[in-house]
Structures are given as C-alpha cells and as structure tokens.
C-alpha cells in the first residue's frame, strides 16, 4: 500500500492517476506481489505508443483545470496527428497555385486541421470508448477514464464541428461541398476496425481529403492531377499507419480489433514496398501532369529515400522504433510540399 501511495504522490496529473487505478488490485498488494504490480505497470507504460503517458505536457503546465480534460480528447498534446492531415491540404494547394502557395489559404488549412483532427479524435474516443477501458495505454483518454461523460464529449464534438465549418466557409462554394463531402468517410472510419483488416485504407481515405479540398479552393475544381494526388496520398497513410498499428497489436488480438498489421505480419516490410513504391510513382504522376519543373522531381527523390529508410530499418516487435518511424512522415509530408513548391516555382 506504501508503494502506491509513493507513486501517486509522484504524479501531478489525472492520466497517471487513472493507469494506477488500471493496477490498483495488483500495486495495492504486498510483497512480491506489489514488484510484480509495478513491474508490469512500467512494463505496459514503457511498450505503450503513449510512452510519455507520466510526463507533464503544456496542457498539464498551462491550461485551466476545466478545459485540460478536452485539450487531451482533441490530442492537442500530440500534434503528429495535425501534421499527417495538414500536409495533403498544402500540398493540394501547392500543386493547384503557378509559383508560391497562397500565405492565407496555408493558415486557414493550418487551423482547419487543428480543429478537424480534434473533431476526429473526439468521435474515435466516444466510439471506441468501451474498447480504451480495456488497454493500459488508452485508459487514461478523459471519457475512458471518466473526466468527460459521453454526453459532454458529443458536445465538443459539435463545438468542434460548427468552427470548422466556420473555417471551410471562407472558401469557395465548391470547396466546401467537396469539404461536407469528406464527413461520411470520417463517420465510417471508427466502426472499420471491427469490421475489416483494411481500416488503414479507409484512414487513408479520410486523411487525405485535404488533397482534394486543397486544389478545389484554389482552383474551384477537381481534375484527374488531384485524383491521382489524393491516391498517392492514401498509400501513404496506409504504410505509414500500418507501422503505427504494430505498436497496439497485442492489444488488438485480445479485445478483438483489426489492423493491417495484424493482417500482413511478419510481410509487412514487403507490403510497405508495395504502398510507398505506388505513392511516389503517382506523386511523380501528378506532377508530371501538373507541368511541375525538374526540382519537383529532385524534392521527390529525397521522400523516396526517407521511405526507403523507414522500410529497411523497421522492426515490427520495436514499439519505440515504430512510433520513431510513424512520425517520421511529417518531414517526409513536408519535403513532398517544399518539392512541390519547388517545382512549380522554380
């Protein structure tokens, strides 16, 4: 009981108080029987992909009570997500705009993906809010764990809603039939885990919308030299969210859930090949047909490398490893913009 009572005076936030509560039958012993508690809370802590679940963030450091619970069900904490649903928008706009992008249409994408992934996460959490009771590293997520109900979370959730359709109206008419058009994949994207092993391919749908919706508030069209964008994209999302499932893939056997990485196993490396290999031939695809310049291609080659990288050095059974590698696709998105800028700017 000593040994419990230590850890949670060690810890200044809810989060760490929940995974104790998660343990507290075993930490609550004595004896071996309390090491063996701890042992496997580390453990579990350590394997997480929240592997920083008992390290204080901004939000525990700045925000006010009342409104930390929600800045952690939006994953405000965790801006890799914003990123990975930022980066196709900039590069919608990029590919549609002859010379530099827009500096407004860059920021209001910027913000809209803020808000947007918040409203994805909310959603996510409120549906698979049975299934996170049940996993160390989801367990302490606020409706999980208690510090926002169900009803409040549906509450944000339109909050977050109405913002960013106050963000999608400062486009054009078109540009926000094609943004309305994105909800109904977002909506399916939480059940297909239950229902398919392709669920990543279903994301890759949903995150690279912004594609799309980039070029049509630039151009106030659609055109196969974003269609093809928009695809590149998807096999993006699916290699590089398979390696995120690696890290919950034990947990997915036990409750139930799918995953591509449960469903290529010990092949994933060559099926990586396979979605990295198609999203830069049909990067270089929609380039080609975009007219962009030589620096395009150079920008390209230096993505390929990066996804070379992530393949020949992944470790399917290293949590760390593949979290390292998962958010390693930011600088990855971000040299396909700078090699799309490049190329229709140089």
């Known amino acids: 009981m000593i ?12 989060r760490a108080l929940v995974l104790l509560s998660f343990m507290g039958p075993i930490i609550s012993g004595s004896g071996n029987r309390a090491s063996d508690g701890l042992l496997f809370l580390m453990t579990n802590i350590k394997r997480s992909t929240d592997s920083d679940l008992l390290i204080l963030t901004w939000i525990d450091k700045l925000a006010p009570v009342w409104l930390k619970p929600y800045l952690y069900l939006a994953r405000l904490d965790r801006p890799i ?30 913000a809209g993906a803020v808000i947007m992934r918040g409203a994805g996460c909310t959603l996510n959490d409120i549906v698979d809010r049975n299934f996170d009771s049940q996993v160390v590293r989801t367990a302490a997520r606020p409706i999980p764990s208690g510090t926002v109900s169900v009803q409040q979370a549906i509450a944000f959730l339109f909050l977050q809603l109405i913002l960013g359709l106050v963000v999608l109206m400062q486009f054009n008419f078109f540009a926000v039939l094609v943004g309305m058009a994105s909800l109904g994949i977002v909506v399916i994207y939480p059940f297909m885990k239950r229902i398919t092993y392709w669920p990543q391919a279903v994301l890759g749908l949903a995150f690279n919308w912004g594609a799309l919706l980039g070029w049509a508030a630039v151009r106030g069209d659609l055109t196969a030299t974003v269609g093809i964008l928009y695809m590149a994209g998807s096999l993006w999302t699916l290699g590089y969210d398979t390696i995120y499932a690696h890290q919950d893939k034990e947990d997915d056997i036990l409750i139930g859930i799918k995953s591509t990485a449960l469903r290529f196993g010990k092949n994933t ?38 996804l070379l990288w992530q393949v020949l050095t992944l470790d399917i059974n290293d949590v760390k490893g593949c979290l390292q590698r998962f958010k390693s696709n930011r600088n990855c998105g971000l040299i396909i913009f700078a090699a799309i800028v490049a190329g229709q700017a140089l």
């Open 3 to 14: 040994l419990a009572v230590g850890l949670k005076a060690s810890f200044t936030n809810n």
């Open 81 to 110: 997500g914003t990123w990975l649903l930022l980066l196709p928008c900039w590069w919608g706009i990029a590919l549609a705009t002859p010379g530099m992008p827009d500096l407004e249409a860059v920021a209001l994408f910027a």
């Open 269 to 306: 490396g060559k099926w990586l090949i396979c979605f990295y290999s198609g999203t830069i031939v049909l990067l270089a695809f929609s380039g080609y047909l975009a007219g962009l310049s030589l620096a395009f291609y150079v920008g390209l080659g230096f993505a390929a490398a990066h």
